[in-house]
């Protein structure tokens, strides 16, 4: 390693092609890639799933497994080529001069060995270093991380500390031998938008301090924004766009970047006058990529007979800092034409109130000890919530991990019954009918869209068959023709082809899988539909035609719509009304540009600084929560947010501490749970602004 | 902790009871207590003859009661007959007047057996200790070779080290210790088949067989010679019984992502199995050990019938077989106790092998 020369390149990929082999066939998981990072530079890797962006994370550690080989290229490391280097060697670069950070930090940590254990063991291998002083450094670097506590950390085990410590103690044991080269594999997409927040501030500073490279790995375009210099688009396999980080955003030369910032709902877009502009069609299967360009068939500018008639090649974009393009037409495209196919939708106008939960409460009571037994505690998930929701409107209910907004959607369903308060259904109580005892009226007509479609469909069991059976539940229609008709008539409504009513669930994409899940949910004619983060498992593309689906058969049926969801941006884009919720209390609540500008509630303004945002002109005022989310079973006395609140100061003689704070009705029904004074509240600066362009 | 214990061992005793009653129930069935009396008396006794020396002997009565008397919380039963005191706590020939009101096994009166002429319990302990060195020795030889093999087939899923072990240990797992025994029995410690005669031809054994084909001098003085085939009978079906469970959960753990992150921590290939994969692996194997545990006691009737070693499962067979109810009930008891020790033991181990548990 003596003889490198810091001004070359830390890692140069060149034309890496790698392909995973099944018994049928050879499957190419990566074609034509190449990247150059040079030292202390953050390069990011942006693409939807299965554009294989983590496979060349994983090429870069040489761990590919059984079935993936480097079929073609050279990666190069400090001028060493990887691709040929023997396992002993391998092993004494992984760890010491490249070290990895993962998505799941849960599941990368050793369940079974203490945290100090699985840091000391990085120098222990690499430096030989002994077990105390490897102890020692453990301590030290675990402080590095920001993490409270540190004698107490490296003696527990992963279990016992919080998803955001255990993606510090991955980020710890990352740069416990201070690498050169750091890949980081989506490190914050398990986590929550103010843990996240504070992962990205650590991973900057550290790359500053010890001006390590980074190869930022995600999906999510602002987090790229907020940490990368150079980044690299890649689609289907290849990188289609490649150059520094505020050139590709502001003057993107590849239609697959322009389509993905465009189904991205940005700061100004708006349902009705502005809508998203989904990407068309879907992503290609590896052993099914079209000829010529692999966007060609989803691409607005394709041109037949030259768009896929050869392989293209990445081109340089002159003017650029290495800014190329793997497009034919870049240089002809009008890049700052105005999309054509948007067309502005009307307003709904909201109606009567469906739906009225006045103090509702649900405690639930758990035992504390190991073995069982102990003081029993009482979790307390939702607290006094009240709220009303009307027809045809939209109402977001916006929080993060833990803030029992889930707790709250399973109340309402029946799935739980409250311990207190009213739940009035359209002038029916059902605060205490439990599911089974509902009638079926009721039950169909309050549904339920879920996060994750890939487990919520019956695997063996064909997609129209499933609509079926709701339907049947639901006592729908005298005959099986005419539930049949009707379930095609739903598929229509979900915009799918109606064959796919023969097709089982895993021959779906998950975009399509959900579009089944919202048939299935609306089979019913439901009037109240409660969506769990109906699109958060979804790629972002996709994401915006779920969203629209949804907006277009609310504004047909006039539905209410609850939207539970952790992601500010697309609350911001489709709801009318937004809740705020931490730790079972809803914090602030009013329309949704109540809601997202001044005056905030604290913990309403963290969480809008804490969302990146995929736009060069925005910029937003950086507040980072320190801390963890506190658990519900041991809620901080006095106001829930305290231990975290930045403006707690203001507020005299430690109210925070002891009360929980009232309502404030502002202007407009607007409502806010805080002891800050009005005019505290007044003096409040917008979090994100736009830059006049 | 404590409650839990408490608790399980609440729930242990109640099973106990109701085990206990069962085996007690069929035992007693008035079949069962007419042959009991005719070779007690005489075995051509009269009809009336029998039920008179039931009615004399207290195996009258309601079911519960008599099962009440022989767990020690109902008083023993008592008759006076020609001025004579008799009853289930006097032994004859003592002082009625001396004699405790209960006796039960509650009180360690776990009778007379009437197949070995002695107490139950001196039968009983002399023939558990020989069993328990047999267990011992089993456990000490199956244990360890099974989770080796485990861990050899399951580092490297696919492999053909894998594919070897596992296939010996679907074969021994697939073979029945009465064929297994039988085998081993014809193979090694036999004078006319196998490989002794062979042996003994070219003076390579002073005996006339290799191995014995019996262990009861084993009760004596276990050697390797006359100890080895029945400890290697039942050892070889659950060595590869856990070495598949090992196996399974060894690839399991194999392919979890910290196990990746170790790999590219650059620990070598060694230190990724025996620090991060081996203790996570061992964790579901634990409690398939310890159900090993009862399950053996149930391969020691065969091997030791088979051996003609009197333990455990020899006793239990001889009881069973002549109707000696007493030493059949005592079995029985020792049998509950057996599984639901080691069932607490597995739970509470579990606990100490795997952080994250909590036991509720």
Known sequence: MTNWDPSKPILEIENLSISFFTRLREIPAVMDFSCTVMAGEAMGLVGESGCGKSTVALAVMRDLGKNGRITAGRILFKGRDLVTMSDEELRQIRGSEIAMIYQEPMASLNPAMKIGAQLAEVPMIHQGMGRDEAWKLARQIVADVRLPDPDRIINAYPHQLSGGQQQRIVIAMALMSKPALLILDEPTTALDVTVEAGIVDLVKDLGEKYGTSMLFISHNLGLVMDVCDRLCVMYSGEAVETGAVTEVFDTMRHPYTQALFRSIPLPGADKNSRPLISIPGNFPLPHERPQGCNFGPRCDYFQKGRCDAAEIAMSGVPGGDRHASRCLKWAEIDWSAPPKARVSKEKVPVGEIVLKMDDLKKYYSVSGSAFGGGSRKVVKANETLSFEAREGETLAIVGESGCGKSTFAKVLMGLETATSGQIMLFDENVQSTPIQKRNTDTVSKVQMVFQNPFDTLNPSMNVGRQIIRALEIFRYGGSDAERHARMLELLDLVKLPRAFAERMPRQLSGGQKQRVGIARAFAGGAKVVVADEPVSALDVSVQAAVTDLLMDIQRENRTTLLFISHDLSIVRYLSDRVMVMYLGHVVEMGTTDQVFSPPYHPYTEALLSAVPIADTHVERKRIVLEGDIPSAMNPPPGCPFQTRCRWKSQVPGGLCEREVPPVQVLEGGHQIKCHLDREVLARMEPVIKIAAE | ?360
């Open chain 2, 1 to 360: 902790m404590l409650s839990f214990v408490l608790r399980r061992i609440g729930v242990m005793a109640l099973t106990a009871i109701a085990l206990t009653f069962i085996v007690f129930y069929l035992t007693n069935l008035p079949p069962n207590l007419e042959k009991l009396a005719k070779s007690e008396g005489s075995v051509r006794m009269a009809d009336d003859a029998v039920a008179s020396w039931l009615e004399r002997n207290g195996h009258t009565g309601p079911m519960l009661v008599r099962y009440g008397q022989w767990l020690g919380v109902v008083p023993g039963w008592t008759r006076e007959e020609d001025g004579v005191t008799t009853g289930r706590c006097i032994p004859r020939g003592t002082d009625p007047a001396t004699a405790p009101r209960y006796c039960g096994i509650l009180q360690g009166q776990w009778g007379y057996s009437t197949v070995f002429k002695a107490p139950v319990v001196t039968m009983l302990g002399r023939s558990l200790g020989h069993t328990a060195w047999l267990m011992l020795a089993v456990m000490l030889v199956m244990v360890p070779s099974a989770l080796a093999l485990g861990v050899l087939s399951g580092m490297r899923e696919g492999s053909r080290l894998d594919r070897v072990l596992s296939t010996f240990a679907i074969a021994t797992t697939a073979t029945p210790e009465y064929v297994s025994g039988v085998v081993f029995v014809a193979l090694f410690a036999s004078a006319t088949a196998g490989i002794s005669p062979l042996l003994a031809e070219w003076g390579l054994i002073s005996g006339k067989t290799l191995f014995q084909g019996t262990a009861t001098s084993a009760m004596e003085d276990i050697t390797f010679w006359n100890f080895a085939l029945p400890v290697m009978t039942i050892a070889l079906y659950g060595i590869g019984y856990i070495a598949r469970m090992t196996r399974a959960s060894m690839t399991e753990v194999m392919t979890a992502q910290y196990i990746r992150t170790a790999r590219l921590k650059g620990a070598s290939f060694r230190q990724v199995v025996v620090r991060h994969a081996l203790r996570n692996a061992l964790i579901a194997p634990f409690t398939v050990i310890m159900l090993q545990f009862p399950w053996l006691l149930n391969g020691v009737v065969i091997v030791e019938t088979l051996f003609n070693y009197k333990g455990f499962g020899w006793t239990l067979v001889q009881a069973a077989g002549n109707n000696d109810i007493d030493m059949l009930l005592a079995c029985s008891v020792v049998a509950v106790f057996v599984v639901l020790v080691t069932q607490l033991i597995s739970d509470i181990g579990y606990v100490f092998l795997n952080p994250r548990i909590r036991l509720a």
